[in-house]
């Protein structure tokens, strides 16, 4: 089966601190891409970041941060010095050789002043 | 236009009605997508096109519903005799070639069937 789990439902911080979503995907294929979106308020989703299965070298991005890790099938996702503005839904999904995008159900964060 | 669009942002549609949703991908994008996202849930795949092809349609859910893309840019996603259960939000993505490359969405189109 070829699935994105995001075992967080919600998540809660106060501004300032770190915070790591996580993912997990399962896939048979070798060739496939990992992506972050966020989706604040407005409901438009994002784009964050896209890697592919062959490049394990983690990535910062200003506050963001992805570390991906194909021994444990992980692609976390942390914020340094949260700000309420990060506030928003996080998705992780995985597409492999073919056109079907799966998502994860959602990491919900909530940054408090 | 800088983004992908959508039209209507929000449609309330009777049980019955048929209803259309627009998509305009980012200009030059061959690929286009079609999904379907639930309350609190991730968006799920409906569809995919590459110009004015349908390459997939195994995920709509069922045969009323209906895409197209007639000539390789503006899609159109149909849903005659809505339900309830088809209440959700329908997002359109773009991207620049493949599948695979990012895929970057539109603001969504917010169904809700009475």
């Known amino acids: 089966a070829q699935k994105v789990t995001q075992a967080q439902t919600e998540i809660s911080v106060v501004e300032k601190e770190d915070v790591t979503l996580d993912c997990v995907y399962e896939?048979?294929?070798?060739?496939?891409?990992l992506f972050w979106y966020k989706q604040p308020p407005s409901g438009e989703l994002v784009f964050l970041i896209r890697r592919n299965s062959f490049d394990e070298q983690n990535e910062i991005s200003g506050r963001y941060s992805w570390n991906f890790q194909k021994s444990t099938s992980s692609f976390n996702f942390t914020i340094t010095a949260s700000q309420v503005v990060d506030s928003a839904v996080y998705f992780c999904a995985l597409i492999w050789l073919n056109n079907d995008m799966r998502f994860g159900a959602g990491t919900r964060l909530t940054v408090k002043p | 236009g800088a983004g992908v669009s959508q039209s209507p942002r929000y449609k309330v549609a009777k049980r019955g009605q048929d209803v259309a949703l627009r998509c305009d991908p980012i200009?030059?994008?061959?690929?286009l997508f079609w999904y379907q996202q639930a309350l609190g849930q991730g968006p799920e795949f409906l569809t995919y096109?590459?110009?004015?092809?349908?390459?997939?349609k195994s995920g709509l859910p069922s045969d009323r519903f209906f895409a197209e893309r007639p000539e390789g840019s503006v899609s159109t996603l149909k849903i005659q005799r809505t339900q309830q259960e088809d209440s959700a939000v329908y997002l359109c993505a773009s991207s620049l070639g493949a599948a695979q490359e990012t895929q970057y969405f539109g603001p969504g189109t917010r169904l809700l069937v009475l």
């Open positions: 896939t048979r294929d070798t060739t496939y891409y």
């Open positions: 096109f590459q110009n004015e092809a349908q390459l997939d």
């Open positions: 200009s030059g994008h061959v690929s």
